[in-house]
């Protein structure tokens, strides 16, 4: 990528297919964000640029792309597929531009040997948000390509009868009109989903399920 290339990706802003980060002395941040790109349809991560769109550059470029590479490779599980090339600014700073295109193999986690938890993020708009249960399921379904089958019950259609009703519904709401468990609310718009009869939009407060359009 040159210089020219680069503007004209910064001028476009910060959205689903790309982030601006101006230094990665918090490389666990980038890091959520390069599994939230893997996890949902890829982006660019630009290294050096301001939220304001100004670029800064970096001006220890060797040692911060040693670290990141050792960060990705250390807390991406399973392992992320990704490229990193440096733009030189007139200032000899240099942007490193990460790009990760959306992978065959999620979900992918952040690892946190230290607390012993692993997270799964998702872009969504121009945030990595951390990825619920169901969204987490449907990865793992949509990666298994297995065929879904499904029995049309009671629940089944008293979600329905809801949704030509009204635009979306959420797990908990599913759960508490069908007089179901929560985990069984969660399973079935999970299956309905892997089966393209609905769709699930995420959110970082809570995910909404909608009729599949078209």
């Known amino acids: 990528?040159?210089?020219?290339?680069?503007?004209?990706?910064?001028?476009?802003?910060?959205?689903t297919h790309l982030e601006f980060k101006l230094k990665s002395n918090h490389p666990e941040r980038i890091i959520r964000e390069i599994v939230a790109f893997a996890n949902t349809e890829g982006g660019k991560l630009l290294i050096g640029i301001g939220d304001d769109k100004s670029i800064q550059g970096l001006k220890h470029v060797d040692e911060d792309e040693y670290l990141l590479e050792r960060a990705i490779d250390r807390y991406c599980s399973p392992a992320i597929t990704y490229t990193m090339e440096r733009v030189l600014l007139a200032n000899e700073r240099e942007v490193l531009v990460i790009t990760v295109p959306e992978s065959e193999n999620k979900p992918h986690y952040v690892e946190d040997p230290l607390n012993d938890t692993r997270r799964a993020y998702i872009r969504v708009d121009d945030k990595a948000v951390q990825a619920s249960k169901e969204v987490r399921e449907i990865m793992k379904g949509e990666t298994a390509e297995r065929?879904?089958?499904?029995t049309y019950g009671d629940k089944e259609q008293t979600l329905m009868q809801h949704l030509d009703r009204n635009q979306s519904i959420t797990v908990d709401l599913f759960a508490n009109i069908a007089n179901i468990p929560r985990k069984m609310a969660s399973r079935t718009l999970v299956l309905l989903v892997l089966a393209n009869v609905l769709e699930i939009h995420p959110n970082e407060v809570v995910d909404r399920f909608t009729t599949r359009m078209g």
């Open 147 to 150: 065929a879904i089958r499904f």
């Open 1 to 15: 990528m040159d210089y020219r290339a680069l503007k004209e990706l910064v001028r476009q802003g910060e959205g």
